[in-house]
């Protein structure tokens, strides 16, 4: 990150010293603009005033919050298009997603602004014990106090809002932190939820390193962390939490079987969008795709035309729907691991260059198990086509990885379908779809390795509040 | 029922006259027993009785509910081979089916043991409007008063349980008139109640006329009307229910369709089970068959094997698993309902014969629209088996009817399975398994001419407690 | 009815007779407009095209109905002004509570709009039985069919959408019949529902004569009938309803009661509006109150004095907070009734005056228990003043009644609020807030002859819906 | 617990070493019985050999779970003086309350084998998304692994039952390690569980060193990690969880509200229990008592004389309420703080004397705030009782402290309760009942320092379960 910093500019302060970060297009290497980023003392003065925030938070009423949310939907709808070329300037997204992004903010702070007004509360009997006769309890969700999001350059809106809107559901005041490659969209986030009747301090917005971020980790003013990001970061995180509670979502390497009763042409319609959208930086996106011995043949060929057919270009422009990486940085790192597989005895179908910070599309078929793009995570636009001959073995290959995000399966049988949402190791099954496959509303997290609790704003909101009950 | 009562004793009182009706084993044609039949001022006082109960059954706790539902299970389970006989004896049930009855009767009051702790009560805030700021809603549910069971001859005491059980665990006293045929099984059911912790009036044996029941429905002691029978009578006493609740659970005309991928060795298994378990009289009897034109030839051989390898015999044998129907009246409609389909063209593949109350196996096919055996609710040992080009036809065929209980499907196709759920028009669609499956927790009825509201023990339950809001 | 249609014309037509119905402001007599009454074959053509929308309606996804539903919001606030002047024309509600009613309106619309997307399906294994071993139960809601909705006069806006804004959240054609005196706002809502995409014949706006709606209520192609209205019609239309799922709101003659350590002031505040909120044409209106013996002279005095300072006027006035009744012959009917009361004993401490359709602010104490206002609903400015000793003689005085809608309780002691909660026999009991409280989210309706079934949202929701289960 | 291990003994083996750990009586010193501690190789075995039996736990059905939990109840009550007596002699807790805590941990089994079949499934349309039309998402949960539970010495069933009945309820393996001090009754419920149907290495009994046990925690086999003990340990183990699902019950500091219009003798009753019960080695002992300082000097009095009548005695005996500690060493620790709270100005109400383990019953008054007896968990049987002028200083005084188990307000204000429940910091607030108030299948546990998650019965399962999404 501190290289990334290409200028910096020191304030003296009573309390905190400033560093000015540009941030670049890394389409075409333009400054965009440039955020602040804070000292401990200055991450400590917005900690606290989020603190201070608490009780005013606490008090609105489900009215209230409703009413809120929904005024942050109406500044994003006025503030659309700045919204979409924001995300795509800043983090390389083609405009189409990058649009959907911002279609998915908006239904992400909608479904909040109605789960506000549906916390379950439980209310039973406790007669059913001789000891509890003519008592009764009542179980009544609190917030849980101040949030600590943490969020990723590559929905630099929307996962970032899926924390902010449950805590403001959740009525918990919350601190966020972007990534330091994509604050803008965060900016203009922020400026959009302070022309809303949200408490002061309900909402604030922390640019800082790395260093600094783990210091705030362990404040005790902070209640709950919500981390999405890489996994060694993530686990660290949760060691050091305390008494806090966390949720991680973290990497993938998602899989697809595809067996031989599937549905063909949508099976290839939608691993092209899970393998290639957003040059593969997707959590969820498809990296290994297991087909049945008689279907592979042939999808090598249509798969390879498939991404023969994108559109490459300015992410910027609404007719591309490949672009850039996020930097040269990462290109490198997936020529490498490219090359690592090749070396080892992969095949390469398609792609494997390099250019700056484009990797063009990759398909590779007959990948060691040992090589990286099959067992790491790759967060690239590469994905592995293998045969299988029974579901049996196309499920143990799957599974046999230390990630669990989401998988997909493409059938018509029952009984398919049930033996691989029975058996697959993974968060999320999803039939017939790509494994990128999300909707706002449902929960949505890792096992193994890629995390830990779900996200999805009532599931999200269920770890920012806190139980207490009541027996009378 | 007059027919029935073939010595009648006049008893003189200030209250009420008995009749005493004898019970006849329909196989050997030996009298079981006898039951009093009371007047309508005998009905009055029975009713009077269960209205005093209210108070002591409503302040019941869980733990006395669950205590009493438990000691029922003990009582049952002590006289478990009594039970067993009285209904093969009384019923012609086949000892197997009648072992399974009483089984189950075990676990409806289990499951009502345990559903008495678990009263669902809502709790929730009113703050999503802003009149209801700081205000908070609590529902709960209360027992809805006494209900009148009515329960049919051919489960003489599961079905009675499931009025009885979720009577019990709601807190409502109830007042249940079984089948004349077949009154010694809750005879012998009212003697275990007995020797539980019950509260006195909180279960009442009514036997009585058509007529006088008729009369206690409409009374206004009484707050819910659950019959289990046939549709005339069940549709009339809904229109005389006045402010009662009603459930009805009436006949049924159950369809499976056999798609070309079928497991059709379970097809064959289950749908053998499905056509002539008791005699096909269960409301969920699988009358019609539709398979698949590839497969049709090859059932019809395979269906009629497996019918004539049925064990006749006595139905008080462990060994039996068909013999005859509950009496010669209905023996005779069936041997006429054949009749009149053959005449009209429908061809028989298999019996056709009756002896007695006994009627043989029957398979029929290509049996024309109108025919009362394609049309009207056969509850006979009767099974239509015709073919199928497309899905969509089968299901129309099934929906082609005025009954909507239960319909099976066999297929792996989850398209196909989607379809059939969205489509049939009936309560429940039953995958790779017979029409008559039923485990006796699961919401059971029908729509359309098949009844009205669900069974399976908390459902009913829910039917027999009435909401109270408290805003607080 | 007929004699309110001052004017009629026969329009001979293939299909249909309609007469012209002239609406008229009941405080100035002036003409507001006209609606046309159809005949049996214009009510029949209006089933019809409800019956064919059915299909429509059942694929619209959760999505498009919340879009709809979110359409019919904007409309209503597109033209919000003009529905509280049509509401306050025509039913004679001041300004002021005719507001109310459209935001109400509103907010219900917007609850169907967020409940149509959680239509709860329930989802369960079946191993608990040795037979259900490795088996699933899904258990889902599926549109009923044809909704019949009639509405009344005195929410000539929010008690019809309370039918037909869960119908559409429930994917049914509604077929609305409001009351005749009022069909002005309806027509506006109507055109309002036009605009949106909600598909041909969802919903149907019919104009009848009560004769024409009794027929209609018997057509086998409705399926729910939704009725706010009379208890003597209502309850002759369950017996008429075949198959058909009944929901009933109907009269009440709510009570509240003042405890000893009551919140003196809030109660007065509160039941002040209580009692004379549109001349008390409201179902749970306070007719009655029952204070402390310690607090009711007190109490007498001031209720007397706050009464005094209502301000009446023209309805359409927004300081106006009350005026005249629906019609003449209601206020004489409410004389009628004051005047049986004083005549049998009772004793008047304000009011007791009528001019035309106006009847004044009425208070009696000392009311006689036979006499009409103590026991009928008395849907008019008239509320009953008497003190009790204990609260189990104030509970008792309350529940001897056939009515059982709602009850206020004031009052801070856990005691006696359990107390009342369990025992008042009504829908809903309310701490410390008049008997009129209502939000469109909770559960409401009646116990005893004032209804059957509970609306609000969600629960009017499931009375239009019909579960289905899947075991797979 | 080396220090306890009087004897050791050295067994040679291929893989562990075993040491002998003598149980002795706390009140009458005698020798109970002995136990072996294996050291790590030994207790890897035993991870290893509950890893080896998750996929039996897995696939038992809810059936057979339940049949497993009720065999257990059946071998439990068979056992059930042996049970007591063992609790009573190794825990020196009095036979009284240790019959209560076996019944109790017969209540927590039953709800188990009830819960185990219902394991909540959610089930939904994903169509409120233009994204999701046509598509379902069903969560389920499935087993999470290998749950490790530690408990404690002050209930040494029934705080171990409430992890082993949810474990196999959720089909999990659990290894149990029991408190050093009371391992014999877990080793009569291991030969109970040893004589059903559960799966070989279901249940594992673990009998180790802290050292051992802390190796365990890390273990990447366990999957949750379950503690029920001291704040320091439990809190360092959640930092060395790594990936595991981890629930704390720590220790508590519980206080208890007795207002101006409290139930006076329903207070004293229940808080001498509260204070004293098993010498206060609860979680949930009234350690502190506030009262509206109207009542506190009548309080004094009282109490003291109601503490004076407890039954001293041998714990084996029926007829004593009250006996010694768990050892010397706890005695001698409390008499070292209350002897710092005199010091420092505490007034002494009753007892202060100690007697080897015996410590007893001690009433303190004017307790300065930085005493220990005022800030730590006393876990001993010493009470503060002190005055309050206004409910809001009671409850900043209860809230004064790092714990927050529960707390208790005696009171019939809705005001004041509300302002309790509202306010508190606290897992639960028990309302006109000891703090000690615990049934079994209620959420139970705490917040700041006093745990993590929450036990009861299904609660507890919650965390031993993890959900999968399908969508289709």
């Given amino acids: 990150m501190s290289k990334s910093a290409t200028a910096a500019k ?18 075409n290497k333009k400054e965009l603009g440039s955020v602040e980023l804070v000292d401990l003392s200055g991450a400590l003065n917005k900690v606290k005033s989020a603190k201070n ?10 009215f209230q919050k409703s009413t809120i949310l929904n005024q942050i939907v109406d500044g994003i709808n006025k503030r659309f298009e700045e919204f979409v070329l924001t995300i795509a300037r800043e983090s390389g997204k083609p405009y189409l997603y990058a649009k959907g992004e911002v279609q998915r903010a908006i239904e ?7 789960e506000c007004k549906r916390i379950p509360h439980e209310s039973f009997d406790l007669d059913a014990s001789a000891r509890g006769k003519g008592r009764r309890g009542e179980y009544r969700y609190f917030p849980a106090g101040v949030v600590f999001g943490i969020s990723p350059f590559n929905f630099p809106l929307n996962l970032a809002v899926h924390k902010i809107a449950p805590a403001i559901a959740a009525g918990c005041p919350i601190v966020l932190k972007p990534s330091s490659k994509t604050p803008l969209t ?20 922390l640019h800082c390193s790395r ?5 705030i980790i362990q404040h005790p003013d902070i209640n709950v962390l919500s981390f999405t990001g890489s996994p060694t970061i993530g686990w660290e995180m949760k060691a050091k939490a305390g008494k806090k509670k966390v949720v991680l979502e973290l990497g993938g390497n998602a899989a697809a079987i595809v067996c031989k009763d599937a549905n063909y042409g949508l099976a290839l319609d939608e691993l092209t969008v899970g393998a290639f959208a957003y040059s593969g930086q997707v959590c969820i996106h498809t990296q290994r795709i297991y087909l049945h011995q008689e279907l592979v043949d ?7 035309s498939r991404a023969q057919q994108l559109t490459v270009g300015d992410p910027s422009s609404p007719s591309t729907n490949f672009s850039v990486m996020i930097d040269e940085q990462n290109a490198k790192r997936i020529e490498s691991w490219v090359n690592e597989a090749t070396a080892a ?20 078929t007959n990948v060691p198990k040992e090589a990286k793009v099959r067992n790491e995570e790759v967060f690239g636009p590469v994905v592995i086509v293998e045969s299988f001959e029974s579901l049996q073995e196309a499920i143990e290959e799957v599974n046999d990885s230390r990630w669990g995000l989401q998988a997909s399966i493409f059938t018509d049988s029952i009984i398919q379908l049930n033996q691989a949402f029975d058996e697959l190791e993974v968060g999320g099954v999803i039939h017939n779809l790509s494994t990128t496959f999300r909707v706002d509303e449902m929960p949505y997290g890792g096992v193994k390795d890629s995390g830990f609790g779900r996200e999805g704003v009532k599931y999200a909101m269920m770890d920012y509040l806190e139980g207490k009950l009541l027996i009378r």
Avoid: H, W
Avoid at 211 to 215: C, K, L, M, Q, T
């Fill in 10 to 27: 020191n304030v003296k302060s009573i309390f905190c010293i400033f560093i000015l970060m540009k941030i670049i297009n890394p389409y």
């Fill in 53 to 62: 925030a608490e009780p005013a938070m606490r008090k609105l009423s489900a």
């Fill in 108 to 114: 992400t702070f909608t479904i909040a602004a109605e």
């Fill in 186 to 205: 965060m900016e203009l986030l922020n400026s959009v939820i302070a022309e809303s009747d949200l408490p002061e301090g309900g909402f604030t917005l």
């Fill in 211 to 215: 260093e600094v971020g783990n210091e």
């Fill in 298 to 304: 042939q999808f090598k060929k249509d798969f390879v």
């Fill in 345 to 364: 005895g992969a095949q390469l179908l398609l792609g494997g260059n390099r250019e700056g910070a484009y990797y063009s599309p990759t398909i590779l």
